[in-house]
């Protein structure tokens, strides 16, 4: 079991540039979330959803959007990408909000 | 509303010394209540977690948390502080009350232990 993957790991993009992040998971889980890590403020959440073909506006979900065509997958785009948007985004599941989360490695996004 | 407030931002022990880490929240609903840790440059892991069964709840490494409704508090303890320990450590909590699903992370507080 790979548990929770994202891809890239590390990508550096230049303002205006669009990129798609993934998500993927083999746990079965109905929860999935997007986080952006950035010092001093701990994990803000963009957007999550709450099962296959949903999504929900998190903390931060202006600039970003997200798709979730398949219950495995946890899409995250960057339509036009902004220096603000450097930060560590990490990806996470969950059988339910009551339940732990299994976190990604993260991806490192510089935004030049 | 819901909210999450981890009392100090860092903390410095020394190695086998107690590790005291505060969280307090706010919560109209029964709340779960997650500690997670995160290692320089890695991903995050669960230590523990409460979830309205037994107060006292046992984690990972040694590490445990107590449930006090009454001071709504869930501070992070462990009597004796390892090198290993140094991390990022961040509090949630969740409450999952039909219309009112929220969940919210501390900002963390940094622990260093020294030798």
């Known amino acids: 079991n790979a548990g929770v993957t994202q891809t890239p790991k590390f990508r550096v993009l230049k303002t205006g540039q669009s990129m798609t992040l993934l998500c993927a998971q083999d746990?079965?889980?109905?929860?999935m979330y997007w986080y952006r890590q950035d010092p001093g403020m701990g994990l803000r959440l963009i957007h999550y959803?709450?099962?296959?073909?949903?999504?929900a506006k998190g903390e931060v979900p202006d600039g970003y959007n997200v798709s979730r065509l398949k219950k495995q997958n946890f899409l995250l785009g960057l339509e036009s990408a902004a220096p603000s948007q450097t930060s560590v985004y990490f990806c996470?599941?969950?059988?339910?909000?009551?339940?732990?989360?299994?976190f990604g490695p993260g991806t490192r996004l510089t935004v030049t | 509303a819901q909210s999450v407030t981890q009392l100090d931002s860092h903390v410095s022990v020394s190695e086998g010394t107690p590790v005291l880490l505060r969280c307090n929240y706010s919560s109209s609903y029964s709340p779960s209540l997650f500690w997670y840790v995160q290692h320089p440059n890695k991903g995050l892991q669960l230590l523990l977690k409460y979830t309205s069964a037994a107060t006292l709840v046992k984690g990972i490494n040694g590490f445990e948390a107590e449930f006090k409704k009454s001071e709504t508090s869930f501070h992070l303890t462990k009597p004796s502080a390892h090198m290993s320990d140094a991390a990022e450590y961040f509090c949630v909590v969740t409450t999952n009350a039909g219309n009112n699903r929220k969940l919210i992370w501390g900002l963390g507080t940094s622990l260093a232990v020294n030798p």
């Open positions: 959803s709450v099962g296959e073909g949903t999504t």
């Open positions: 746990m079965n889980h109905e929860y």
């Open positions: 996470a599941t969950a059988r339910d909000l009551s339940y732990e989360q299994y």
